[in-house]
């Protein structure tokens, strides 16, 4: 990349947004655990974005807008957050019984326009949009980009407070509790827009450990009508879920058009 | 034991058998590794959806301080996923430490503990072992409760337990 580290960064965590260069590249953030008992309990949390799923090997995930709820949906701390060449982390205390989420969220605009004949580009905040942006360029184009990124860990027995949607952009609505995940059986999730039931809309599930096998073995599935999908586990181990819509609804009164993304790392245990 | 009046016998139909017991043998097997720890076991009785219907046993390492112990409990996947995660352990004649490599007897009356509130019915016995940088093995032995007569099943494990048995008892 010839962006400066932080910028690319940046411009990576936003990969949702970039319907081009999002092909290449996968965000996560992967647990070293979701499943966990006893007392002084933590977890450690590494945010990456590569194309290996979950290898570190291009880019480290910023964690400017990550967010931690405990299972009373009081916000927890990320301790110990450090960002390394290629991967960031940070540490959670599972102070609480029950299910912990972490969540990157992004919310932001993308424009682009034609200047003397040129391609140009622009991302960033609504604030900077009205002084960054000429209003009046030919071809200008707005897109507002909403991502969510999450994980969840449950120290104990599982609860629901956390999975609440926030009725804000594409989010996964878990049937199935996301730290209930076993082989051979079934999960069930619902995929909303806004809060409501996101039809149609294309789902991607994939296994970790890319990188020692030749076949990506990806799963592409679309969800009916009440934003639902169904998962049957064939084998243990980390996955990655991701599905983004565009749609004209954009929250941001400069922007035409919206992009939604999500993502997530579910563990199926054997 | 509850008195018996001749009023209630039609209720008392419905009601576990009180004289039948059930004795469970369990191996822990000799391993030779270059690191061993005792493993974890989870003893209960399942009902055939899987679904717990008693625990009957948990060794784990009771004796670390702080009760540190209990951050293994959660290597019992199936015990951990189907029960453990809802109990506080210790727990009252449910836990007790790791046992050694040998055979190890359990014993439970059928009028008392866990037994006294199982329902008649088909059931299987379930024992998980997670052993500290090893693996992890469960075994299944299925029975009917109350027993109609004397039998005794048996299961052998490949490599976290040896040979488990059953015995139940009218």
């Known amino acids: ?270 | 034991m509850r008195a018996y009046y001749p009023a209630m016998a039609g209720l008392m139909l419905g009601l576990p058998a009180s004289a039948a017991d059930l004795a469970i043998k369990v191996e822990i097997p000799r391993l030779s590794v270059a690191e061993y720890h005792r493993p974890y076991v989870a003893v209960w009785i399942e009902r055939p959806d899987q679904s717990v219907a008693a625990n009957l046993a948990v060794w784990y390492d009771v004796k670390l301080k702080n009760n540190e112990g209990t951050k293994w409990l959660k290597d019992m996947r199936q015990w951990w996923r189907k029960s453990g995660r809802e109990l506080t352990m210790p727990a009252d004649g449910l836990s007790s430490p790791t046992r050694a490599p040998g055979e190890h007897q359990l014993s439970f009356a059928g009028d008392k503990g866990p037994l006294a509130s199982l329902p008649p019915g088909q059931y299987r016995l379930a024992v998980e072992a997670a052993r500290e940088v090893g693996g992890r093995e469960m075994l299944r032995i299925p029975f009917q409760w109350p027993p109609k007569a004397a039998e005794t099943a048996a299961a052998k494990g490949e490599h976290e337990l040896g040979q488990l048995s059953l015995s139940v008892r009218p």
């Open chain 1, 1 to 270: 990349m010839r962006l400066p580290n932080r910028l690319a960064a940046a411009a990576a965590a936003l990969v949702l947004a970039l319907p081009i260069a999002a092909e290449a590249h996968r965000a996560w953030m992967l647990p070293s655990a979701t499943v966990l008992s006893g007392k002084d309990v933590w977890v450690t949390v590494d945010a990456a974005i590569s194309n290996d799923l979950f290898f570190f090997e291009h880019h480290p995930l910023r964690l400017d807008n990550l967010q931690v709820m405990a299972p009373d949906g009081s916000p927890g701390k990320a301790e110990n957050q450090a960002t390394g060449r290629y991967r960031s982390t940070f540490d959670v205390k599972l102070d609480q019984p029950g299910t912990y989420k972490m969540a990157v969220v992004h919310s932001g605009l993308f424009a682009s326009w034609k200047e003397n004949g040129q391609n140009r580009r622009w991302r960033g905040t609504p604030a900077r949009f009205a002084t960054e942006v000429p209003k009046d360029a030919p071809e200008l184009r707005v897109t507002q980009s909403q991502s969510r990124m999450e994980v969840f860990v449950t120290s104990g027995k599982p609860s629901d407070t956390v999975l609440k949607p926030s009725g804000e952009g594409l989010e996964l609505a878990p049937v199935t509790h996301p730290n209930d995940l076993v082989v051979g059986s079934e999960a069930r999730f619902r995929f909303l827009l806004d809060g409501k039931p996101a039809s149609g809309v294309k789902v991607t599930v994939i296994r970790g450990g890319i990188r020692y096998r030749d076949n990506l073995e990806e799963l592409t599935l679309t969800t009916a009508e009440d934003g639902g999908f169904a998962v049957t586990w064939k084998e243990p181990g980390m996955y990655w879920i991701e599905a983004s819509v565009r749609d004209d609804k954009a929250s941001i009164k400069e922007a035409s058009q919206r992009r939604a993304g999500y993502s997530t790392t579910l563990e199926v245990l054997p």
